[in-house]
């Protein structure tokens, strides 16, 4: 969802970390707009997904009386459907206006900002489900009519409720764009994460986002971990609206593993059932699309893997080959596997069938420890194909990957992600 933007002051203030859950991958839900939690949530497990996020509005909550707080039957579903299937949830509260929407609770006297009367809900939400992991102060205050000032006051205002109800309650916010991002962080010093929504430049390169300012992703990250030692979620982001379903595959699977090269805590798919191709990870029959199998086939490689500063380097390649635009990421973990992804980037992702031919390169890498003979494959993340690598002294057929003293000879890089997986 595009922002417009807002100006936001400046104002220098300290901040605090806090440790999170290595739920990397989430998705972003709707779960009153489609199939039932019952339906969906068993897709969500079955992906190897553990963290979502979903919002819902404070006049849905405090609708009844001034101070009387009950969650509807929508919200109380979806968590206790959550819950019992073993997944957490990050709670967004919206309020005020949103396309048309009223959200606060103005017919029992509030107006549409209340940073208390806000802050009193988030309190009781805070001790009202075990399945709720994180409130989030709204959702894209660039879009509300609220300054910069009255944000902070009010997520201030919310920290110190919550965290009085309930202190192992997470409360994440800050959500806008770019610098406006920056200079909010030094406004909430109780924060206990970050979210930003880092979607695309309309130009289909997942190495891109629009972040005002920044306009490359892996930059704006970097920037971040500048001014905060906070958790970043990135409660929403996807590939651009228009695309097709397997562009948006090759584009998830692109930005997944910048993500995880960086080690950003939680990256959350918008959305994750929806009738956009482009923007929804199962249609609204919860029918899955290819950036479902992209998550599904990512999660259990990854598993207590962390990003490193690594990259492959180029033995020898093809007449032609693509330099420019190559790129790798190393993840793995001390004394066990690693996992090596390499593909071309910084590029367009291209239409259904219209994508060049792979390229042939031999690749050097870092390990942590010498791969077990006969265990290394690569897989191709977008279409599942899984290719053994032999070992140098195995008879292999043309053109198969195997190992050479330098590394791994027959990799066939392309737009698509390859993971070079080695136990």
Known sequence: MKRLLLSLPLLLCAFSA?????????????FDKGQSPDILMPLIVQSGVRLIRDDCGWGGIEYHAKGTYILGTRDKTFLDVAK????????????????????????????QYDPQGYAKCCAYLATAHPAIYAIEVMNEINNQSITASQYATLFNATVAAVHAANPNMKVIGMDTQGQYVVDLIRQCPGADGVSYHPYGLNDYVP??????????????????????KLPLFETERNCDSGAS?????????????????????????????GNDTAQSVVDMNAKPEPTYSVVQRLTPIIKGLKGTTFTANLVS??????????????????????????????????????????????????????HVAGQSYILDLVTGTK?????????????????????VANIPVSERVLLIVTP
């Open 84 to 111: 019992a299937s073993g997944v957490k949830v990050v709670l967004c509260l919206q309020a005020g206006l949103w396309n048309g929407i009223q959200y606060s609770p103005t017919w029992l006297g509030y107006s």
């Open 18 to 30: 806090t440790a999170f859950a290595d739920d990397r991958i989430g998705y972003s839900t709707h």
């Open 245 to 273: 379903a397997n562009q948006s595959a090759v584009w998830n699977a692109r930005r997944l593993m910048l993500s995880l090269q960086l080690n950003v805590e939680h990256s959350f798919i918008y959305m994750f059932e």
């Open 207 to 228: 190495e891109n986002t629009y972040e005002w300012q920044w306009r490359n992703y892996s930059g704006w990250v970097a920037e971040l971990r500048k001014v905060t």
């Open 387 to 407: 290719t053994h690598i032999y070992e140098s002294n195995e008879v292999h057929p043309t053109g198969a990957p195997y190992w050479t003293s330098s590394g």
């Open 317 to 370: 390649y093809q007449t032609g080959f693509d330099l420019t635009h190559f790129q790798s990421c190393t993840l793995d973990v001390s004394g066990g596997e690693t996992v090596v992804g390499v593909w071309f980037g910084n590029r367009a992702v291209y239409k259904d069938g219209t994508a060049p031919p792979a390229q042939i390169c031999t690749l050097n890498f870092h390990q942590q420890h010498t």
